[in-house]
Every structure is written in C-alpha cells, then in structure tokens.
C-alpha cells in the first residue's frame, strides 16, 4: 500500500464548476497535509496547508480533513483554465518526513 | 531572479559517466533536499539536509551522493550513471522550523543513455 494515494486522472470538469481532488494516506501519525499544483513543465508550489480535522478555505480553494477516514481533499471553487494541472497531495508523517502522492491532472474546459 | 536555482536545466549523459547537479538558493533557509519525479511515481526523496553538518539519506539514496558546500549549495552526484535514473530532479528548500513549505527549484530534467 502506497503511503499517499491520488487517482492520477485526468479530471475533467467545465469551466464554472467545482473540482474536488482526493488524497488518501497510511499513516494515522500524520500531522500535516498540503496540496501543491505543478503546471505541466514547471516545479510544485505549494497552495494550502491544513492541520486539523474540517475544512480550511482560501479564496477559491477549501482543504479538507478527516483524520479517521485518513482523508484529504481539495475543492477549487469555479474552476478555471488556468486551473488545469496536476494536484499532489503531500503528507508530513515520522519525524520531519514528508511524502508525496502521484498527483492528480485536473483539466478545466472551457 | 529565482530563489531557488538549479544547474544545468537539461543534461543529456551517457552510462557510466559521472555527473553532478546543483543547487543555490538565496531564501537563507537551513534545510535542502533533492527528489526525483518519475511518471507514475511522484516526487521521491533522495537526500536531505538540514544544516551543513547534517546529511541524512532520503527513501531512494542508492546510487547518488550528495554535498552541501554552504548553506545555500546543496549538490547532487551520480557516480556512474545508469538508465533508470533518466528523470527529472528538484532541490528544495524549506526553513529551519517550519519544514511543511517547501520551495522548489526549477528542475533538471537528466536523461542517461
């Protein structure tokens, strides 16, 4: 079993609508979830943190937490072209170690 | 100008030879690591530093070595480089306390013949 789980996609969603992109992990020690977004070509930059059970929003973007379901997704909100990349979903498990899933390729058609 | 750097950008190679890619960053942070990214497989670890005296091995180290020069220099060496490390490597950094940020590099994409 792979530590950070993504469906690697492609996801596909109209412009307009709601993306939600999915993360499982094995490690029930985990302490901190991140979603960075990688354009396709360039390096990963990081667009939310979360640490705690519920959601976390920041403009279009809402983190979402279940620790006992070992679950972390991400919502964007009125998804946009420019929106289209790929979504890796990274987990700080052990002592400072971090790890990263597949990553999952959103595509948002205009 | 970039924060974190990286050269070469692209390095074409052959099996067998010796290779190095480097690291400079100017965000003053005290941790680097080097992943590789395959497709399919993600970013993997392959060394990490948090300071200059402190060196620790990543989940896929085999087959490199590293360096870390000044705080700011992280190098990555492949000693005798094999096919399957054909791959696109990130250095990153993050700053002491607070290792969930990480700040990537642009990327060196290595193809080895």
């Known amino acids: 079993q792979k530590e950070v789980e993504q469906n690697s996609g492609p996801l596909s969603v109209p412009e307009g609508a709601i993306a939600s992109l999915n993360c499982t992990y094995s490690?029930?020690?985990?302490?901190?979830f991140f979603w960075y977004r990688q354009y396709s070509g360039k390096s990963p930059e990081l667009i939310m943190s979360i640490y705690s059970n519920g959601d976390k929003e920041d403009g279009r973007f809402t983190a979402q937490l279940n620790k006992a379901s070992q679950y972390v997704s991400l919502l964007i909100r009125d998804s946009q072209p420019s929106d289209s990349a790929t979504y890796l979903c990274?987990?700080?498990?052990?002592?400072?170690?971090?790890?990263f899933g597949i990553g999952t390729k959103l595509q948002v058609i205009p | 100008d970039a924060d974190v750097t990286q050269t070469p950008r692209n390095r074409i190679t052959k099996t067998g030879k010796r290779i190095m890619l480097e690291c400079s960053q100017t965000?003053?942070?005290?941790?680097m690591y080097w992943y590789r990214q395959d497709p399919g497989l993600g970013l993997r670890l392959i060394y990490y530093s948090f300071d200059v005296k402190d060196i620790n091995k990543g989940e896929i180290s085999d087959g490199y070595s590293v360096s870390r020069q000044a705080q700011a220099k992280f190098s990555l060496s492949l000693e005798s480089a094999i096919p399957n490390q054909t791959a696109l490597y990130f250095c990153?950094?993050?700053?002491?306390?607070?290792?969930?940020?990480?700040?990537f590099g642009p990327g060196t994409r290595l193809t080895v013949l």
């Open positions: 990274a987990v700080r498990g052990g002592y400072q170690k971090v790890t």
């Open positions: 490690d029930r020690g985990s302490q901190s």
């Open positions: 965000k003053g942070h005290d941790r």
């Open positions: 990153a950094t993050s700053p002491r306390g607070n290792t969930d940020t990480q700040y």
